[in-house]
């Protein structure tokens, strides 16, 4: 099925709390070559025929974004992205 992915993050100019949390909990883990730590929203759109970027890109305008504090990208979905980060 043809998938879309739109990527939403803050803006750069907005505080990310949620992303400095995990930036301040990294030294605790052994990690301490990480400078900052953004976070952010994938989202999937499947469509039943061929995947349409501007139908997507004015769904994440519409709803999926906030764009006064947001940006979005969008992008066909690749088909070997998959990777299993469980063990």
Known sequence: MPRVVVDVMLKPEILDPQGQAVANALPR???SDVASVR???????????EP????????????????????F???LAETDETVDAHR
């Open 29 to 31: 883990l052994g990690v």
């Open 39 to 49: 976070i952010g929203r994938r989202i999937e759109i499947e469509f039943t025929g």
């Open 52 to 71: 349409d970027l501007d139908r997507a890109r004015e769904i994440a305008d519409k709803l999926l974004a906030n764009p006064v504090i947001e940006d």
């Open 73 to 75: 990208t969008v992008r």
